[in-house]
T-cell receptor, first 109, second 112 residues
């Protein structure tokens, strides 16, 4: 069974401070991992997928298979980064696409 | 290219009523899913489809039905609404799950 955990329900940082949103997963195979962002009352948007190794809006995430983690990082938080962030896992070949419970990021001025 | 379109955006139902949430995508995606979003629980998969004519249950299927007669459409039916089904419902589509899903704007459903 797959499981995605995000230990922080709420994370508050000041503008300009570094941000790290934690995501851990349990899955026996080779997972595909994603970060989604949801701004207030909007649809979920794909932020990052580990397979692309891209940086979007200054965010990066590295898959650590040893620690089964896929933490999301940004060196300098902006107020517009305030949103709900979801980590998600896909088997890659099957349908199962599982979301974590989400972390609300609040960037204070 | 509209992406994933959901209707209605808001709905209030009385307990016991039935209704259909509509979802359509114009990206020719084979994979489509319905999720419900509840505070503190993230998104939970209700039903999914891997192509026209093929559907299967997700994590929380009870009380919901789906069908997939075309690639474009994937409606979600609430058979007899209950207050526990008060939630925000999201439809999503993907060409292949490893690429990630594109989400609709959601339907906020309240059952009284």
């Amino acid at each position: 069974a797959q499981r995605v955990t995000q230990p922080e329900k709420l994370l508050s940082v000041f503008k300009g401070a570094p941000v790290e949103l934690k995501c851990n997963y349990s899955y026996s195979g080779s997972p595909e991992l994603f970060w989604y962002v949801q701004y207030s009352r909007q649809r979920l948007q794909l932020l990052l997928r580990h397979i692309s190794r891209e940086s979007i809006k200054g965010f990066t995430a590295d898959l650590n298979k040893g620690e089964t983690s896929f933490h999301l990082k940004k060196p300098f938080a902006q107020e517009e980064d305030s949103a709900m962030y979801y980590c998600a896992l896909s088997e890659g070949y099957g349908q199962n696409f599982v979301f974590g419970p989400g972390t609300r990021l609040s960037v204070l001025p | 290219n509209a992406g994933v379109t959901q209707t209605p955006k808001f709905q209030v139902l009385k307990t016991g009523q039935s209704m259909t949430l509509q979802c359509a995508q114009d990206m020719n995606h084979e994979y489509m899913s319905w999720y419900r979003q509840d505070p503190g629980m993230g998104l939970r998969l209700i039903h999914y489809s891997v192509g026209a004519g093929i559907t299967d249950q997700g994590e929380v299927p009870n009380g919901y039905n789906v069908s997939r007669s075309t690639t474009e459409d994937f409606p979600l039916r609430l058979l007899s609404a209950a207050p526990s089904q008060t939630s925000v419902y999201f439809c999503a589509s993907s060409p292949w799950p490893a690429y990630g899903y594109t989400f609709g704007s959601g339907t906020r459903l309240t059952v009284v």
